[in-house]
Antibody, heavy 118, light 107 residues
Framework: EVQLVESGGGLIQPGGSLRLSCAAS????????MSWVRQAPGKGLEWVSVIFSGGRTDYADSVKGRFTISRDNSKNTLYLQMNSLRAEDTAVYYC????????????WGQGTLVTVSS | DIQLTQSPPFLSASIGDRVTITCRAS??????LAWYQQKPGKAPKLLIYAASTLQSGVPSRFSGSGSGTEFTLTISSLQPEDFATYYC?????????FGQGTKVEIK
């Protein structure tokens, strides 16, 4: 069964750092593109970052220079390192498998909540 | 960045109704569009990709159409489990962008 399980969320003060993890099972993450998407409380979906199967990465302007996406192929796990966190980064963060053919997000994790507050 | 505008933002409908949601792109995106369903407290679920291709396991009452800048998601006969928020997403370029969502509620 294809599954994604996020972890690492929590309460963090502004300016702090946090690393999210997304453990994949049922498929190999480095054979796929993988994305992070976030959703602020009561708001819509916002794409955050992608790591392509070849290793290239891309980011939303709102997180560029502060967030870093990476993967550990041996652990089949995706990461999102978040630095210099701001109140506006408060959201549920989802990882999603991203179809190589069309780019749609065909499998999502359950999400992990990040709250940035003093 | 490509902007997506969904309409209506909110829709009230009854069981058995035919429901149509529209998504307009700020520039042409061919058929590079997906639709997702999200229920409260849950992750989004892929319904349709490439504008009109039904994801495996999704009921056939869901359908998508359109190309270029105008797209529609249609639910042919609304079922109780379909009350949710629906999002479109453009797959044409990065940054990937989503519409603002359409919440479908019970009339």
């Amino acid at each position: 069964e294809v599954q994604l399980v996020e972890s690492g969320g929590g309460l963090i003060q502004p300016g702090g750092s946090l690393r999210l993890s997304c453990a994949a099972s049922g498929f190999t993450i480095n054979s796929n593109h993988m994305s992070w998407v976030r959703q602020a409380p009561g708001k819509g979906l916002e794409w955050v970052s992608v790591i392509f199967s070849g290793g290239r990465t891309d980011y939303a302007d709102s997180v560029k220079g502060r967030f870093t996406i990476s993967r550990d192929n041996s652990k089949n796990t995706l990461y999102l390192q978040m630095n210099s966190l701001r109140a506006e980064d408060t959201a549920v963060y989802y990882c999603a498998r991203t179809s190589i053919r069309y780019g749609d997000f065909d499998c999502w994790g359950q999400g992990t909540l990040v709250t940035v507050s003093s | 960045d490509i902007q997506l505008t969904q309409s209506p933002p909110f829709l009230s409908a009854s069981i058995g109704d035919r429901v149509t949601i529209t998504c307009r792109a700020s520039q042409g995106i061919s058929s590079f569009l997906a639709w997702y369903q999200q229920k409260p407290g849950k992750a989004p679920k892929l319904l349709i990709y490439a504008a009109s291709t039904l994801q495996s396991g999704v009921p056939s009452r869901f359908s998508g159409s359109g190309s270029g800048t105008e797209f529609t998601l249609t639910i042919s006969s609304l079922q109780p489990e379909d009350f949710a928020t629906y999002y479109c997403q453009q797959l044409n370029s990065y940054p990937r962008t989503f519409g603002q969502g359409t919440k479908v509620e019970i009339k």
